[in-house]
């Protein structure tokens, strides 16, 4: 069987243009590192590597979520210390005497100073935002009303919660500084479900009423005093967080009550401050709860950067063994090619280089 001369240039041609390609294939291999530079190279491997890259890519937008919410977490944490270190000092003030009027003077200006104190950390900011103020946090969490002469609470109990793992459940990260629901515990506000009566140290009956206050969303704490044997000494007021503790303190040394028209007895003052330090005990307290679930949240979110590293290295892994090239079988290639393009070279030379006569001998 005879071979034109036109099959065999073909078949060269064709040889000699697969190998090049191959060659170029190789070169780009050798340059990016990667032996699927398009979706042509290997659609399955194509689809793999995107799966993986996906994973890596939520899995870091999780790992930010969890660095973002352990800084806040941090400052939270900070900033309920100082409080809880502010109460200590205003609790330390009830066990006091009356003492001289010098004295009590002195107290007053001490409770002045520590509700004021409380008043700024309640309106703590973190990067422009109230932290306490639950979604309304472009709007300070607690102001003075001075129709009332109480400090309300302006924000909501909205709890807000950040996304850290695939098929997680999302974490609640932000305290609420008050909330009329029992099952949010709060740093500033006095959590009461139900009416309770303690008796005071002269022999004073207090009761405490809690009453819902939806404008707020909070519970205001009404206390009556009743004292039997001295119907004269009888006495109401109400509060709802730590500052209206400390104020009622404030005015309660200087032997009057916080609208500064009415006057109180020694007693009355007494009594009032008594009724004080238990509810500061009961708030501190909350507070310790508080900052306990915050410890526990910083934990777990320790605990999920750990799974989102190891699963991210996993996944990077992965990847390498789907789209990287190995280098060392990649240059055996380009040897192989080029022997193989070599040989072409010679092969086509020679037969390039034949006239008809030498295919007529």
Do not use: C
């Not at 703590?124 to 309300?152: C, E, M, P, R, W």
């Not at 002269?202 to 909070?218: C, K």
């Not at 303190?249 to 009355?268: E, G, I, N, P």
């Amino acid at each position: 069987m005879r071979i034109a001369s036109d099959m065999i240039y073909k078949q060269l041609s064709r040889s000699l243009k697969d190998n090049l390609s191959k060659l170029n294939d190789i070169n780009t291999q050798l340059s990016s590192g990667k032996k699927i530079n398009m979706p042509s190279d290997d659609i399955l491997g194509t689809l793999k590597a995107m799966d993986y890259k996906l994973s890596i890519s939520q899995n870091k937008q999780y790992e930010q979520n969890i660095t973002d919410s352990t800084n806040y977490l941090s400052y939270v944490d900070t900033v309920l210390t100082q409080t809880s270190e502010t109460l200590l000092s205003l609790t330390k003030q009830t066990s006091d005497s009356s003492g001289t009027a010098e004295d009590r003077a002195y107290y007053a200006t001490q409770a002045t100073a520590l509700r004021d104190t409380l008043l700024d950390l309640s309106n703590s900011v973190y990067l422009n935002s109230y932290i306490f103020s639950g979604s309304q946090s472009d709007q300070q969490a607690y102001v003075y009303d001075a129709g009332t002469y109480q400090y309300v609470y302006q924000g909501d109990d909205q709890q807000m919660s950040v996304p850290i793992g695939t098929g997680m459940t999302s974490m609640t990260i932000n305290v609420v500084g008050n909330s009329d629901n029992s099952a949010i515990l709060t740093p500033f506000s006095y959590a009461l479900q139900a009416a309770a009566t303690t008796t005071l140290s002269d022999g004073s009956v207090a009761t405490y009423t809690p009453v819902l206050d939806p404008i707020h969303n909070s519970t205001i704490i009404q206390v009556g005093i009743t004292n039997a044997a001295n119907p004269g000494e009888n006495d109401t007021f109400s509060f709802s967080n730590v500052m209206d503790m400390a104020n009622l303190m404030s005015h309660a040394w200087q032997y009057q009550d916080v609208d500064v028209t009415k006057s109180l007895t020694a007693q009355q003052s007494m009594n009032r401050i008594e009724v004080v330090a238990g509810a500061l005990d009961k708030t501190q307290n909350q507070l310790l709860t508080v900052q306990g679930q915050v410890g526990l949240r910083q934990a777990q979110l320790s605990d999920q950067k750990s799974k989102l590293d190891a699963n991210t290295l996993t996944q990077q892994n992965s990847l390498s063994q789907t789209e990287d090239a190995d280098m060392n079988e990649t240059i055996i290639d380009l040897q192989m090619v080029a022997t193989t393009l070599n040989a072409l070279r010679s092969a086509a030379a020679n037969i390039i280089s034949k006239s008809l006569f030498d295919f007529l001998k």
